[in-house]
T-cell receptor, first 115, second 116 residues
Framework: EPEVTQTPSHQVTQMGQEVILRCVPI?????FYWYRQILGQKVEFLVS????????KSEIFDDQFSVERPDGSNFTLKIRSTKLEDSAMYFC?????????????FGPGTRLTVL | AQRVTQPEKLLSVFKGAPVELKCNYS??????LFWYVQYSRQRLQLLLR??SRESIKGFTADLNKGETSFHLKKPFAQEEDSAMYYC??????????????????FGQGTILTVHP
């Protein structure tokens, strides 16, 4: 069964450094998402992406964040200058179509630790 | 504002006992609601969705619009049900009835522990 994959599983970085989190959505899916979960808190929506552009973004997704689909398979989340409060689990998700109650498939997550 | 509330952070039951995980929501439109489950060291996966009215692994959930609830129930809990459970609401952008960009709003999650 196809799955969403994410790399790396754990990323440790110094405050102020740039990080790129990578995701490979399910191959025929069209809509892509990033969510994050700070330890002990709820899963929060960051951004949705369709047709090579951002569909929607949350307040968290400020100009330090960007997303890209550089080729036909990868979907990346870049944080330009990491802050301590960016430490969280980051989940990528994809869905075939946006309509109705279609299931979002989630990746296993990347744990980002900012020191 | 859209909100999903799971009032219980932790829930413990014994094997064979009934279990109910509570979920309440606040949403101005017509909601689409889901339950996701995360077993230890595994990814979030869909358990069930209200629109299909299905029963998965013995779990059911009924959307009660009057009470704005979508509680998850199972009559006889099993040890393998121990996991984190998230209630989630899918958003519909205004003016786009029947389609959505699919953003999910999650509740805080409930850790269910089923003791032998």
């Amino acid at each position: 069964e196809p799955e969403v994959t994410q790399t790396p599983s754990h990323q440790v970085t110094q405050m102020g450094q740039e990080v790129i989190l990578r995701c490979v959505p399910i191959s025929n899916h069209l809509y892509f998402y990033w969510y994050r979960q700070i330890l002990g808190q709820k899963v929060e929506f960051l951004v949705s992406f369709y047709n090579n552009e951002i569909s929607e973004k949350s307040e968290i997704f400020d100009d330090q964040f960007s997303v890209e689909r550089p080729d036909g398979s990868n979907f990346t989340l870049k944080i330009r200058s990491t802050k301590l409060e960016d430490s969280a689990m980051y989940f990528c998700a994809s869905i075939l179509t946006s309509g109705g109650a279609n299931e979002q498939f989630f990746g296993p997550g990347t744990r980002l630790t900012v020191l | 504002a859209q909100r999903v509330t799971q009032p219980e952070k932790l829930l413990s039951v014994f094997k064979g006992a009934p279990v109910e995980l509570k979920c309440n929501y606040s949403y101005s439109g017509s909601p689409e609601l889901f339950w996701y489950v995360q077993y230890s060291r595994q990814r979030l996966q869909l358990l069930l969705r209200h629109i299909s009215r299905e029963s998965i692994k013995g779990f059911t959930a009924d959307l009660n619009k009057g009470e704005t609830s979508f509680h998850l129930k199972k009559p006889f809990a099993q040890e393998e049900d121990s996991a984190m459970y998230y209630c989630a609401l899918k958003h519909l952008p205004p003016g786009l009835s029947g389609t959505s960009y699919g953003k999910l709003t999650f509740g805080q999650g409930t850790i269910l522990t089923v003791h032998p």
